[in-house]
């Protein structure tokens, strides 16, 4: 009886051991592993060959699919001339700042024979995001789709679509990208503008010679799809539609909103948008237009032209003869906003509300430790001597965030704040206000020079904060889509003119605000935005317009480490690029 006995305790330990493992599996992530390798890939668009820093030989590279709780190695090998360093866009990276991305700011960049792996857990997130270069301008070639599954039987809360298809829009350029940009950072100039957009690295149709270069989605009649917008750009946000179909937007990035019906989407560079695309019942008897363009503000010039992508049916194969196989169907156009469709740009972006519901809480922080005003926009900085420059009175164009033009350090700031060496890298007197009040969306004021340095906000753990960003025309009123690395935020208001600090906070959305990443600063506008500092390490801010952050809208926080162990940044990886 004993042996028996002992059997069947065995038995059912050995049940229970294998039932709790299944119970763990199916709550616990597992260890995706992908390799990046960065090289030179010969590739053809606008009837021009050019050789592109890729990842893999792949534009857009590779995409990353894992789910919510999962831990993700991504080795990284650098075989380009170039220095590298790839960011996970909207990742919270969560006490993993190490693995964040941005050059001189949380790493050194992987020197060309050298590899570094990127070592992070997905908490607490599921949609749509995406990685790209985080140095110069390569991110005009390297970038590729992050998506985040729901855990493993947790549904969407909305219909479960058909299929699911990321749409990458990207900028294209004949010349090296490189080049333009080292060229206006010594002339002081603007860039050149690019010659194409890109859907899926395809310019599309309405392009010369680019007929055969042209994204096809092919669906089913009654079925529906998700299409995972994501806009890598670099320097224009853009309006998309696909001709006589409206689009269900249920995420952005990376977070379920209320459900609202569109027939165009807005995204700006860093954001991400997912939207329900419900096919017709019938197959109709034409081909559809996916088409986008830009919304622009500023004062400079930018690419209006158009990339275009076709949407087509799956015809009926037994109701097709091949008569009517062979037959070209007529391809209907959508009609897209004016480039500088403000009042459109604003209605969309306003109607952009969490679920706030039980199952997806809005936790926006209600009580507000610190207050900061920044003002955004572009100003001038004087030319070197004995050197002419291009900007206005031979001056050079800059950019800036309460009048500071962020200076790049030769060291990244994460190491140096983690070995607290920050003497001679960074100072932590970044200005909390403007260094003087003026009329921010009116007549500019005499002085428009800028003042350069590396300077941080300084945040103590779990503080509530509460930012203002105030566009400036100093000028030109310019819409910029600010980024913010290690956090979601809500976006409790919005408006135009210069921020009422007495009158516009009571207007503020405490309920069902927005949570993003990336937010578009509206062009003579102001927007508000409230996040909680439980993520220790130093943490990018930047206007997501390439051109803006090369000119010096950029800088960082300081989050401190907390009390508790989990509260604290760990020490870096052993491989961690030097530099």
């Known amino acids: 009886m004993g042996s028996a006995f002992l059997r069947i305790l065995v038995t059912a330990l050995c ?3 294998v039932f709790s493992e299944v119970v763990v599996a199916k709550h616990a992530g597992i260890t995706r592993h992908y390799k990046f390798d960065i090289k030179l890939q010969n590739v053809t668009r606008l009837c021009r060959t050019k050789s592109i820093v890729t990842v893999n030989g792949q534009i857009p590279g590779p995409r990353i699919i894992a789910r919510e709780g999962d831990r993700l190695l991504i080795k990284v090998v650098n075989h380009v001339q170039y220095n590298v360093t790839l960011h996970w866009h909207g990742i919270r990276q969560l006490r993993s700042g190490w693995a964040d991305g941005p050059a001189y700011v949380t790493q050194c960049p992987i020197q060309t024979g050298q590899s570094y792996v990127y070592n992070f857990t997905v908490t607490g997130q599921r949609g749509t995001l995406f990685w790209h270069a985080h140095i110069s301008w390569l991110r005009a070639t390297l970038y590729g789709p992050i998506v985040i599954l729901p855990k493993k039987g947790v549904s969407y809360p909305f219909p479960q679509p058909h299929k699911e298809v990321p749409i990458i829009f990207g900028e294209w350029w004949k010349a090296d990208t490189e080049k333009i940009i080292s060229q206006a ?27 055969k270069d042209t994204f096809k989605l092919k669906v089913k009649p009654g079925r529906t799809y998700l299409l995972r917008l994501i806009n890598a750009a670099l320097n224009d946000e853009l309006f998309f539609s696909i001709a006589n ?17 569109t027939h165009i989407v807005l995204i700006t560079p860093g954001q991400t948008t997912n939207v329900l695309l419900m096919a ?3 197959a109709p008897n034409s081909t559809f237009l996916m088409a986008a363009r830009p919304y622009a503000t500023g004062p400079g010039s930018f690419d209006n032209t158009t990339t275009a992508g076709i949407l087509e049916y799956d015809q009926n194969p037994s109701a097709t003869n091949s008569k009517s196989k062979n037959k070209k169907l007529p391809l209907l156009k959508p009609s897209l906003p004016v480039f500088n469709d403000t009042t459109f740009a604003t209605k969309f972006v306003t109607k952009i509300r969490s679920l706030a519901n039980a199952r997806f809480p809005a936790k926006v922080p209600k009580k507000v430790d610190r207050r900061f005003f920044f003002t955004i ?8 001597q004995n050197k002419t420059c291009q900007g206005p009175n031979n001056t050079m164009l800059a950019a800036s965030v ?20 920050s003497k001679g890298v960074y100072t932590t007197d970044f200005p909390t206000n403007p260094p003087f009040k003026f009329n921010y969306t009116g007549t500019p004021p005499s002085n428009i020079m800028t003042a350069k340095g590396t300077k941080v906000a300084v945040l103590p753990f779990n503080a509530s904060v509460e930012l203002v960003m105030q566009d400036t025309s100093i000028i030109g009123a310019e819409s910029h889509p600010l980024h913010l690395h290690g956090f979601n935020f809500f976006v409790v208001g919005q408006g135009f003119g210069n921020f009422d600090p007495k009158k516009d906070p009571v207007k503020f959305n ?4 927005a949570e993003r990443n990336t937010v578009g600063v509206p062009s003579g506008g102001w927007v508000a935005i409230r996040f909680l500092a439980d993520n220790p390490g130093v943490w990018f801010m930047h206007c997501h317009l390439e051109v803006h952050t090369s000119w010096g809208l950029k800088m960082a926080w300081v989050v401190n480490d907390g009390k508790r162990p989990s509260q604290k940044l760990p020490p870096p990886p052993s491989d961690l690029p030097k530099c």
């Open 15 to 17: 049940a229970l051991w």
């Open 185 to 211: 950072l010594q002339t002081g100039g603007a860039p050149n503008i690019s010659d194409a957009y890109t859907i899926n690295g395809h310019p599309g149709l309405l392009y010369n010679c680019s007929a």
């Open 245 to 261: 179909h409206s689009l269900t937007v249920v995420e952005a990035d990376a977070v379920y909103v209320k459900p609202f019906k």
């Open 280 to 282: 017709k019942a019938k």
């Open 377 to 384: 926009g572009l100003g001038l900085l004087p030319c070197s």
């Open 402 to 421: 309460n009048n500071v033009s962020f200076v790049q350090p030769n060291i990244a700031l994460l190491q140096s704040h983690f070995l607290n060496r």
């Open 510 to 513: 405490l309920v069902d605000p």
